[in-house]
Structures are given as C-alpha cells and as structure tokens.
C-alpha cells in the first residue's frame, strides 16, 4: 500500500462523534495531581506536549 492509498484509507475510514475536551487535567509544577505542567508537557514523560483540545477546560463554540 502507498502513502497516498493508506491517507486515503484513514481519512475514509475515520470521524468523530464527541468532541473530546477536557480530558487532560493541567496542575502545578509540584502537584502529584494532573498529567499536565503549565507549559503542556505531560508529567514524568521527556518531551511530550499535549497541543489538543483535551487540555480546554471548556468547550468552544461558534455563533452563525
């Protein structure tokens, strides 16, 4: 399978029916609570940052 068959499979074959906010507590540095450090890094993990709506604490919306 190429690149451009296996993109085309995933976007085909992927949606969403939730928008998931909310999921990824932020809490201070020295907090034992939480998965998130103020600046988004994830907890005890080198160089993982969360930049996805699961860190929102609430969910956005839009107006026609």
């Known amino acids: 399978m190429t690149d451009k068959e296996l993109e085309d499979y995933i976007r085909r074959r992927t949606g969403t029916i939730h928008h998931m906010v909310g999921t990824a507590r932020m809490s201070s540095w020295d907090s ?7 600046d988004l890094t ?4 080198h160089g993982l940052r969360v930049i996805d709506a699961s860190i929102f604490v609430r969910i956005p919306r839009a107006r026609s």
């Open 42 to 45: 994830v907890k005890g993990v």
């Open 32 to 38: 034992k609570e939480g998965v998130l450090n103020p």
